[in-house]
């Protein structure tokens, strides 16, 4: 049974509050530093309204120049969120059932956080799907306030003092403890990260990303059928 109503919503966003926190300071990193790559203030929170992923927007800067590479922008994108598809999958069952405008909403404020968040709560039982969109309301805004203060305090701000090599492993690491079940996760998440870390020794581009996540869901699912 899926429900869908305000309560759940607030329920979220009063969750995810401490994971939007961390987010904020991910995000003041990220418009500082595509400030210093030429970015203007409308173009950096355009980027974070809509796209709104980090990994993916920390490659898009990264990747920032005259004249842009917008196919190879494209790609990279596409190859770091593919691991969405994984997500989505993951709640299709909750969601199936909801009127498709409610379920559209959801999927575009959907993040590994609130996913991580909404998805260890259907775990312990929960049927509002309220809850994913409630939080991933509280990211999105969070992400696109931190990015415009991070670009427009850029020139007072130094990325280094910021320790965003530190923000963004962090930032995942945080996100860990909702979908942790026990000792049971060890060996899929242990796969999945060899399993990325050989990818992206060996294969070019971003596939690692998703060579990771169905090497562990596949040795996941292997446990699960025992």
Do not use: C
Request: glycine share 12%; aromatic share 12%.
């Amino acid at each position: 049974m899926t429900t869908f109503t305000s309560t759940g919503m607030r329920k979220g966003a009063f969750m995810i509050w401490p994971i939007a926190v961390s987010g904020f300071f991910f995000a003041v990193a990220v418009g500082v530093i595509s400030r210093n790559v030429g970015m203007s203030w409308l173009e950096a929170v355009t980027m974070s309204g809509f796209v709104f992923a980090g990994a993916s927007q920390v490659a898009i800067v990264n990747l920032w120049q005259d004249p842009l590479p917008l196919l190879i922008i494209a790609i990279t994108t596409l190859g770091i969120n593919s691991r969405m598809l994984l997500m989505g999958a993951s709640i299709r069952e909750w969601f199936e059932p909801l009127p498709r405008h409610l379920t559209w909403i959801s999927l575009f404020f959907l993040t590994d956080a609130n996913w991580a968040v909404a998805i260890s709560e259907r775990r312990k039982g929960a049927t509002d799907a309220g809850i994913l969109l409630g939080s991933g309301i509280v990211l999105w805004f969070s992400w696109v306030f931190g990015t415009g203060l991070g670009h427009a305090l850029g020139a007072a701000l130094d990325p280094k003092a910021l320790a965003f090599d530190v923000l963004l492993p962090a930032f995942f690491v945080i996100m860990i403890k909702p979908i942790w079940t026990g000792r049971k996760q060890i060996l899929p998440w242990a796969v999945a990260a060899a399993g990325a870390i050989l990818a992206n020794e060996y294969v070019p581009g971003e596939a690692h990303v998703v060579i990771g996540g169905i090497a562990g869901s596949l040795v996941g699912g292997l446990l699960r059928e025992r």
